[in-house]
T-cell receptor, first 112, second 110 residues
């Protein structure tokens, strides 16, 4: 019962470096999401994919890109990392939009 | 502006001391109110979904209720293992996405 798997768990980047966060779910869910969680703030939606082949911006999309590679996988790319992107990133999935979310264990990213 | 506000920010209870967590929302066209539990270093875990005012759901020592303006998470006779951050989220509003509150950090001491 893997559920939602995120890699890596920890990452340190220098300003300007790029990286891709990987996410895969094995529940045959249609919808997938990327959130960031910062101290003193609620979870904020970066991008989501309501179904395979579609992606849409969330509340805080600037500086990020996403790819819905197939039904299982949804990746988040930082093209030129900035210190403001230091955060904990969570991938989540749901069977359909608006239904309960299943979260991965998170990626702690530090940008120096 | 669509908003979800949780109170208190932190709550310390003795084992067995019942209490309630509050989630106030101003979201137009609410389609669902969600409660999640988050343990340190982990992703949130789903607890309940409530859809209409007056609805209640229970799971072990937890009961969630919903009115037109707020939701409560009642914790009856809590145990130390109930210690976690509890997140409330409302789906609806102008964007139609899930809006999370900042959470209530619950500590239950033996």
């Amino acid at each position: 019962n893997a559920g939602v798997t995120q890699t890596p768990k920890f990452q340190v980047l220098k300003t300007g470096q790029s990286m891709t966060l990987q996410c895969a779910q094995d529940m045959n869910h249609n919808s997938m999401y990327w959130y960031r969680q910062d101290p003193g703030m609620g979870l904020r939606l970066i991008y989501y994919s309501a179904s395979e082949g579609t992606t849409d911006k969330g509340e805080v999309p600037n500086g990020y890109n996403v790819s819905r590679l197939n039904k299982r996988e949804f990746s988040l790319r930082l093209e030129s990392a900035a210190p403001s992107q230091t955060s904990v990133y969570f991938c989540a999935s749901s069977e359909l939009p608006g239904e309960k979310l299943f979260f991965g264990s998170g990626t702690q990213l530090s940008v120096l | 502006e669509d908003q979800v506000t949780q109170s208190p920010e932190a709550l310390r209870l003795q084992e067995g001391e019942s209490s309630s967590l509050n989630c106030s929302y101003t979201v137009s066209g609410l389609r669902g109110l969600f409660w999640y539990r988050q343990d340190p270093g982990k992703g949130p875990e789903f607890l309940f979904t409530l859809y209409s005012a007056g609805e209640e759901k229970e799971k072990e020592r937890l009961k969630a209720t919903l009115t037109k303006k707020e939701s409560f998470l009642h914790i009856t006779a809590p145990k130390p293992e109930d210690s976690a951050t509890y997140l409330c989220a409302a789906e609806g509003g102008s964007q139609g996405n899930l809006i999370f509150g900042k959470g209530t950090k619950l500590s239950v001491k033996p």
